[in-house]
């Protein structure tokens, strides 16, 4: 029996997560995890070439699968807008299984060296919860809605880690301030775009924002190849 590419990252990734609470996303942990799987280290390289980091990456993807499992099966009809984001970025938090894991890989991620893969992964979780609720937009909201959410998140994220309030009903209701927030920002730039008076003044600014487009989505590739439980490589 062989293993594709993804499935031994999920077994590699599944024997990580009672070592990271201790070892963190190190290459100590990675290593104790795949010792725990007998798979050969030369094979670990090949499924995640950046080591630690790429498995600390694994598991914030997984999670965002579940948050959109999790979207795509609820029904949200009744609810507002806003109220779906809340429910997006709760989603999220609720498919971590333990705290310490998203606590290791903060710190992970504020290394000055791995900053951007943080960052990246957040704007991920934000591209997903926008394009799953049916975001269409094409021009510069696309950019404008993915990094207000990133911020909305980020911020979130830090008090959960925080909360020790029952079922972290803080949590929830610090995310509904931060929403609030933003639409208050978003009423204010509303009435400043039909100020006849700021109008002329915004005319440049409004026409080079009315060129930008949002990125073109590409498919996802994943990777060729299988790995047997024992470490040997086999073509498809």
């Known amino acids: 029996m062989t293993l594709s590419q ?36 030369a094979l670990v390289h090949s499924v995640v070439p950046r080591g630690a980091v790429g498995l600390a990456l694994a598991y914030h ?36 299984e333990d705290k310490e894991l998203v606590r290791r890989g903060a710190t992970l991620f504020s290394l000055p060296q ?9 704007w991920q979780t934000c591209d997903l919860i926008w394009d799953t609720l049916g975001d269409t937009s094409e021009d510069v909201n696309w950019y404008s809605k993915r990094a207000t959410l990133s911020g909305v998140y980020s911020a979130t994220v830090l008090y959960w880690l925080g909360d020790t309030s029952p079922d972290h009903a803080a949590t929830w209701a610090f995310l509904d301030r931060r929403i609030d927030d933003v639409m208050q920002i978003e009423k204010l730039k509303a009435n400043l775009r039909g100020n006849p008076v700021l109008k002329p003044l915004l005319a440049g600014p409004n026409w080079v924002m009315s060129h930008i487009r949002a990125p073109k989505k590409t498919a996802k590739m994943d990777l060729p190849g299988t790995v047997s439980p024992r470490g040997q490589a086999a073509d498809r």
């Not at 031994?8 to 963190?24: E, I, K, Q, Y």
């Open 6 to 41: 993804k499935e031994t990252l999920d077994c590699l990734l599944d024997a990580a997560l009672m070592h990271v609470p201790f070892d963190g996303w190190s290459d100590v942990m990675l290593r104790a995890a795949a010792s725990d799987i007998d798979l050969d280290p």
């Open 114 to 122: 791995h900053a951007a893969d943080g960052a990246r992964a957040v």
């Open 61 to 96: 993807a997984r999670g965002d699968r579940a948050m959109v499992d999790r979207l795509q099966s609820e029904d949200l009809s009744h609810l507002k807008f806003r109220e779906k984001i809340a429910a997006a970025v709760r989603y999220r938090l609720e498919a971590v």
